[in-house]
């Protein structure tokens, strides 16, 4: 059989592709990732789910280009990466910016991918959890000088973004971790979530500090959104100092939730006595009335040991 009556060019394109997208944005932006202390975004796809568990959507979404003989030279991927996978053998949807091409923007990507990540979860009624690392889509410099003009003040695809985000929330657990600099709709996706974290390496913003200087204010990132304006304006819920901790905070927040409205959340073993007595509590509570005392003293003794999930600890 010859090679004209088989689809084996085809086939053979596909893996160059698959092949050139594992190189995200080029080996010098991988390492300037990682120099960073970050990971890329497949690597946190990999160490968030359970191992081998992800199936990837519009793997080889992207642009290519080609040669006069009509084979393809070079390949950009789509800075957004998405499909399915599990967390303890729940099957959820994860989508991730990839920062390493054009900084994670959301107008550098092709759109219908995070779409279709938000589609899917509420279709499919399964949790989404939002691996955030990037800037908005109102339409970016380089934008401008692609197309001819911003996205603003027509809005993104009709809006149709910033509605999936929100109507997210009525269907299924979504979890929103920043992982970077994140500004505008990336923001936007981290702070609309049932559960939102962020490194203390990360910074968040509707616009960053070279927009604010331009009012004459000088700022640096963590002075205008570190990790401890954000947690205490109760924007996000938690900040940890590693992605891997981030990590552990997603898995274990969603082990207390359905995966969906539809459904009932899972029951797990439980080694705490239902008839265990806490003699603590007989004085815990002072009966001078001008006295404080401690809840979280009191939470913990209710509740199933070692069960206790607290969730903005600093706002306020």
């Given at each position: ?8 060019p ?87 910016d ?94 609309s ?10 910074a ?34 938690h900040?940890?100092?590693t ?74």
């Amino acid at each position: 059989m010859t090679s004209g009556s088989t689809w084996k060019p085809e086939l053979d394109e596909l893996s160059r592709r698959q092949a050139l997208v594992r190189n995200m944005g080029g080996e010098a932006k991988v390492k300037r990732q990682h120099d960073a202390g970050k990971l890329t975004v497949r690597e946190r796809i990999e160490r968030l789910l359970d191992t081998g568990s992800f199936t990837e959507v519009g793997t080889v979404t992207g642009k290519a280009r080609y040669s006069e003989a009509g084979e393809i030279v070079d390949f950009t991927p789509a800075n957004c990466v998405f499909g399915r996978g599990t967390i303890e053998g729940r099957r959820i949807v994860v989508v991730g910016d990839d920062f390493t091409i054009r900084g994670g923007s959301a107008d550098a990507t092709i759109k219908e991918k995070p779409i279709l990540a938000e589609q899917m979860a509420q279709q499919f009624r399964l949790p989404l959890i939002r691996l955030c690392e990037g800037s908005g889509g109102g339409g970016s410099v380089k934008t401008i000088e692609t197309i001819g003009r911003s996205n603003i003040p027509n809005g993104v695809n009709g809006g149709q973004p910033f509605e999936l985000v929100t109507s997210s929330l009525n269907v299924v657990p979504v979890i929103g971790l920043g992982l970077g600099s994140i500004a505008g709709l990336g923001a936007f996706r981290v702070v609309s979530s049932h559960y939102s974290v962020m490194t203390k390496s990360s910074a968040m913003f509707v616009a960053g500090p070279p927009v604010v200087a331009a009012i004459g204010q000088k700022v640096t990132k963590e002075e205008l959104g570190g990790w401890q304006v954000q947690t205490r304006s109760g924007a996000v819920d938690h900040a940890v100092d590693t992605e891997e901790e981030a990590f552990e905070c997603a898995r274990r927040f969603l082990s207390y939730l359905p995966s969906s409205v539809y459904g009932l959340p899972p029951i797990v073993p439980c080694d705490d006595p239902v008839d265990r007595r806490d003699d603590d509590l007989l004085d815990v509570i002072p009966r001078d009335t001008r006295k404080v005392y401690k809840m979280r003293q009191i939470i913990e003794s209710v509740v199933d040991r070692g069960s206790f999930f607290e969730m903005g600890r600093m706002f306020g």
